[in-house]
């Protein structure tokens, strides 16, 4: 319906074809049963990347296993501790992957491999043949569940469902035997789109089925497989799992979100408020169609609560670089915590509060008598600090046409040591922004550093040949010169309380009214704004000198007035 603020119109794309979810599932959690709105995550899940299964089987070019070998010493070296290795029964490269894993003793003694396999008895002894040797291992078979499987795909009902399911989980506990390091997952596939009291029919079965203890607990893993809702609904079907599953003491719940509708980290986090104790993903989102969830935002986001992630992205570009070298697909630049540009401002707003930020943080840590790395973090528009992830601050600031004083005064601070004064920095900046608007491009610090060298250091059409200044008597100086105008060349002096003022009445002598409005002096860098003959201008220079300096800026600033 159109109202007067939004005179947004019907379209023309058929959404009628499409059911909403509640139409498709039913979700027996509503209203005042729901407990995960109001719970917090006070500790990080335990991380499962599949990238070398899920993730590997979404790739153009599959990884070999060279590449494979490359991801897993990553993720291992990354403090992961349970990964998903692949799916040996579905390709010679898997298969053999995994036997590299085992025979090379690649795997750290605190680390479990998964590997996955459908309800088939010739693809389970294909698996267990794959991971004999090792220690430990999780096998972890699935099959999709939902209607539309059951009719469409697999022509089952679900009675033949649990029968091939209950078949399959009988002939891996014939295959485990009495090894202790195996343990057994199952995934009803497709499970968000599946009925609950189904999806609890199968689990508690395979809970009793496998024996499952405390010590040896089964994984019950509810796949998102293709995101169908909004978070919430999501939720409130693993809230109903985590409430109803039998011997609850003796599962893990795991949860892998997809990302079709862009809601896959949502999904995840309220996962585990309600209930999931295990996350299933990939390193920067990888997988089919849009994605698996992505474990790096996930545990960045823990990160930044203050809640220990229990994985080290303290390298954060170490880490896209190897991901982006074994998938050979590159990560967004606006991704999450990790894209090239994601600490960079370019507006001017956003640069002004980012530099004043960081000189806050810089003070309260000084205050504090603490590093600044271990000073608490408030920085606006900086979520993180970025050197918690091997960041350094130089990309945190850049330049184009949209930035502000902030931005430039900041990045000639950083890289070349000009602390330009507050009131000078809007003057540069409308010098960066015309050059800038006239390129269309960034202006980089050393770009920045020759815009301010033409702008205030360059010599003008007044030009001071020679000079001398004394003290006659106390308050009292002079100030000896040789000034150049044009075609003409004259010896000036003059008097003042200091040797500034001493050469602003020797620039009168020539012929120029020059006040002094603002001074400032830093590390043989001087600053002066002055009005000379009815305009007014700031000028800068440079000199191992300060005085030399000092008189320099000033004769700078009248001959940008003159201009």
């Known amino acids: 319906m159109k109202t007067l603020w939004n005179p947004q119109r019907p379209s023309p794309m058929p959404h009628h074809r499409y059911r909403p979810f509640h139409e498709r599932v039913h979700v027996p959690v509503t209203g005042s049963d729901r407990t ?25 070019e599959p990884m070999d296993t060279p590449r494979k070998r490359r991801f897993f010493d990553l993720l291992t070296g990354m403090g992961f501790k349970e990964i998903e290795v692949g799916y040996p029964s579905a390709s010679r490269t898997d298969f053999d992957f995994v036997r590299h894993l085992v025979t090379t003793g690649a795997v750290p003694d605190d680390v479990t491999p998964v590997v996955f396999t459908p309800a088939r008895r010739e693809l389970i002894d294909r698996t267990f043949e794959a991971v004999e040797g090792l220690p430990r291992a999780v096998v972890h078979l699935y099959i999709a569940t939902s209607p539309v499987w059951r009719d469409v795909v697999l022509g089952r009902d679900r009675r033949e469902v649990w029968r091939t399911v209950r078949e399959a989980a009988a002939h891996m506990a014939r295959r485990a035997g ?22 609890l029919e199968l689990c508690d079965g395979l809970t009793e089925l496998w024996d499952a203890s405390p010590d040896r607990p089964v994984t019950h893993n509810l796949p998102a497989t293709v995101e169908i809702a909004t978070p919430n609904v999501y939720a409130d079907q693993i809230e109903y799992l ?36 295990r996350v299933e993903g990939c390193l920067f989102g990888n997988g089919e169609r849009t994605g698996n969830v992505d474990l790096v935002t996930l545990a960045l986001n823990l990160f930044a609560q203050g809640v220990d992630p229990m994985v080290d992205l303290g390298d954060i570009d170490a880490v896209r670089e190897t991901v982006e070298h074994c998938n050979r697909l590159p990560v967004h630049p606006r991704h999450p915590y990790a894209g090239e540009l994601v600490h960079t401002a370019f507006s001017g707003t956003h640069q002004d509060a980012i530099s004043k930020g960081l000189a806050h943080h ?23 600090d970025p050197a918690d992830v091997g960041r350094s601050y130089e990309a945190v600031i850049r330049v184009n046409s949209q930035s502000g004083k902030g931005g430039v005064a900041y ?43 033409a702008a205030y250091l360059t010599e003008g059409e007044v030009q001071l040949h020679a000079w001398s200044t004394h003290q006659e008597a106390p308050g009292v100086h002079r100030f000896v ?38 001074f400032a002096a830093d590390a043989g860098v001087a600053y002066a704004e002055c009005r000379a003959n009815g305009a007014t201008a700031w000028g800068a220079a440079e000199d191992s000198s ?18």
């Not at 009495?178 to 189904?198: A, C, H, K, V, W």
């Not at 205050?367 to 790395?373: K, M, N, R, S, Y």
């Not at 540069?428 to 020759?450: H, I």
């Open 36 to 60: 995960w709105p109001t719970a917090r995550i006070e500790r990080a899940p335990l991380w499962v990347p599949v990238d070398l299964r899920d993730g590997n089987q979404a790739l153009a």
């Open 178 to 199: 009495d090894s202790p390091g195996i343990r057994f997952q199952f995934s009803p596939e497709t499970f968000n789109l599946t009925e609950p009291d189904f999806v």
């Open 242 to 277: 985590h409430r109803n599953l039998a011997r609850r003491d003796c599962v893990i719940l795991s949860v892998h979100p997809h990302n079709d509708r862009g809601t896959g980290i949502a999904c995840a986090e309220l996962a585990v408020l309600a209930g999931a104790q």
């Open 362 to 384: 810089a003070e309260r840590a000084a205050a504090l008598g603490v590093p600044e790395g271990q000073a608490p973090w408030e920085v606006p528009y900086l979520p993180i």
């Open 411 to 453: 990045l000639l601070r950083t890289h070349h040591g000009l602390d330009l004064p507050e009131r000078m920095r809007p003057d540069f900046s409308r010098v960066v922004q015309e050059a800038t608007d006239g390129s269309g491009r960034e202006a980089t610090p050393k770009e920045l550093y020759e815009l301010f060298r």
């Open 481 to 518: 010169c040789t000034l150049q105008t044009g075609d003409r060349t004259g010896d000036h002096e003059g008097t003042g309380n200091g040797p500034l003022t001493a050469f602003v009445d020797a620039l009168a002598g020539a012929g120029f009214t020059v006040d002094v409005l603002d």
């Open 546 to 563: 300060t005085l030399a300096a000092s008189v320099r800026a000033v004769l700078s600033a009248v001959n940008r007035a003159a201009r």
